[in-house]
């Protein structure tokens, strides 16, 4: 590489950052699959023409953010989201007594429809685009806690079906699998809302009930909008936690 022409920039970005960059271009363009391994660091650091401490700072930065997943005495791997421990990586919302239960996905509805305005502004595509929408409850234990309504562009999932999201894989999981769609970032919103009577009888509450309104846009590599989702969650038995810091 000529890092003179290739590696900087008018907008003088740290080295590692545009190592970072070229990782996650490697990530996008399919070179590295979900759950593959990378290079070493210091066959990276030899591949782009830099230090391996620059390679090392790029990538701690990735395991950072879950992209990357370091394992000790194995290497460096691409994130998956069919890794067991992943399965709370979106999921914030915890047991008021702190302990985790096992989580399943119950399917309810999946048909076709066109983009509204809200929907192709929020996911970047056309107004009157086919989309996708789906709607699941989500339990912890067999108790209901969260009512999904997702929104996604039919183009990058053509054939999902009520069939194919009973299957037993996380919802995540079937979209990197099945579809190459990798979820690595979200943006939510959060909001207090009375339960109306479908979310009520849904999550077993009374009509009126306060729930936990979590709206999230959901990106893929390339800062890629894939996601609508409009989740209600019941904070009857558990609360929202996150870390800041």
């Not at 996008?28 to 230090?51: K, M, N, Q, T, Y």
């Not at 806690?145 to 054939?159: H, M, Q, T």
């Amino acid at each position: 590489m000529n890092r003179s022409t290739s590696l900087h920039s008018p907008t003088f970005s740290p080295l590692y950052r545009q190592i970072k960059e070229l990782i996650m271009r490697n990530l996008e363009s399919g070179e590295w699959g979900p759950g593959d391994p990378i290079p070493s660091e210091s066959e990276l650091a030899g591949r782009f023409g830099v230090s391996q401490g620059t390679v090392r700072k790029a990538v701690d930065e990735m395991a950072a953010e879950n992209l990357l997943v370091r394992q000790q005495g194995k290497g460096t791997f691409v994130a998956t989201h069919k890794d067991p421990g992943s399965a709370f990586r979106f999921l914030r919302l915890v047991p008021n007594d702190g302990v985790l239960r096992a989580s399943r996905s119950v399917p309810l509805e999946c048909w076709r429809a066109k983009a509204g305005p809200d929907v192709a502004r929020t996911l970047a595509i056309e107004s009157g685009a086919p989309i996708t929408i789906l709607r699941r409850l989500l339990k912890l234990d067999d108790e209901p806690v969260v009512f999904d309504e997702i929104y996604l562009p039919s183009e990058l999932f053509p054939d999902l079906s009520l069939e194919l999201l009973g299957s037993g894989e996380s919802l995540y999981g079937l979209f990197e699998s099945r579809y190459g769609v990798c979820m690595i970032r979200a943006d939510e919103r959060l909001r207090a809302v009375a339960a109306d009577r479908v979310s009520a009888e849904l999550l077993q509450l009374a009509e009126g009930s306060p729930l936990l309104l979590v709206e999230r846009v959901t990106f893929t590599y390339g800062n890629k909008p894939v996601e609508w989702r409009r989740g209600f969650y019941s904070t009857r038995n558990h609360h929202y936690r996150n870390e800041l810091g």
